[in-house]
């Protein structure tokens, strides 16, 4: 079993819906990290958080430590919202992030 | 700032051949990566750099080396590439004032083919 898993793996939407994209890992944390990577390849990061949650424009990411879960919400999604998205854990004291496999979202006009 | 840059963006090998990736970050990072990702997988560690002069491996090594030149600089080397090397590599960095409670900072990526 991954230490870090996604779901779905793929998500088609119409723009306007209200997307959902969940995380779950099975070993303890120091921040949980949300990543987008576009179709031409660069991935950029859009949250860290460690507690509670955060928001950046129309994008929601919110972390439940005892569950061990995350999720990142997309309100009014956009067909410019369509790229991979990529869960990554950091554990206490170390270097290396531990990634999911990524949702590939598609948002359709 | 650019930010993180590699070079080259895409590279056709054969098999045996060797190269270089490089890499370079203009945010006085401390720590450099370098990933590997493959269909269906995800990103995978094969080395990082936690300081200049220092050297880690990751979970995929096997086959890779790397460099730490200096602190802005971290290039990995193919030495005899194999088809199964096919994929694209990304190099990212952090300033690494805290142990995962920072960003790590992503290159363009290289898309290379081993034939």
């Known amino acids: 079993k991954n230490e870090v898993e996604q779901s779905p793996q793929n998500l088609t939407a119409q723009e306007g819906e209200f997307i959902t994209i969940n995380c779950s890992y099975s070993?303890?944390?120091?921040?949980l990290h949300w990543l987008q990577q576009h179709p031409g390849g660069g991935i950029v990061s859009l949250f860290m958080l460690s507690s509670g949650k955060k928001k950046h424009g129309r994008l929601i990411a919110t972390i439940n430590i005892q569950e061990k879960h995350s999720s990142l919400h997309i309100t009014a999604s956009h067909p410019r919202d369509s790229a991979v998205y990529i869960c990554a854990v950091s554990q206490g004291g170390s270097e290396k992030l531990v990634f999911g496999k990524g949702t590939k979202l598609t948002v359709n006009p | 700032n650019a930010g993180v840059t590699q070079t080259p963006k895409f590279q056709v090998l054969k098999t045996g051949q060797s190269m270089t990736l490089q890499c370079a970050q203009d945010?006085?990072?401390?720590?450099m990566y370098w990933y590997r990702q493959d269909p269906g997988m995800g990103l995978r560690l094969i080395y990082y750099s936690a300081s200049e002069g220092t050297t880690d491996k990751g979970e995929v090594p096997n086959g890779y080396n790397v460099s730490r030149l200096n602190k802005r600089e971290f290039s990995l080397r193919l030495e005899s590439a194999a088809p199964s090397q096919t994929s694209v590599y990304f190099c990212?960095?952090?300033?690494?004032?805290?142990?995962?409670?920072?960003?790590?900072?992503f290159g363009p990526g290289t898309r290379l083919t081993v034939t």
């Open positions: 990212a960095s952090r300033w690494s004032g805290v142990p995962g409670l920072d960003e790590q900072y």
């Open positions: 945010m006085n990072h401390n720590s």
């Open positions: 070993v303890g944390i120091s921040a």
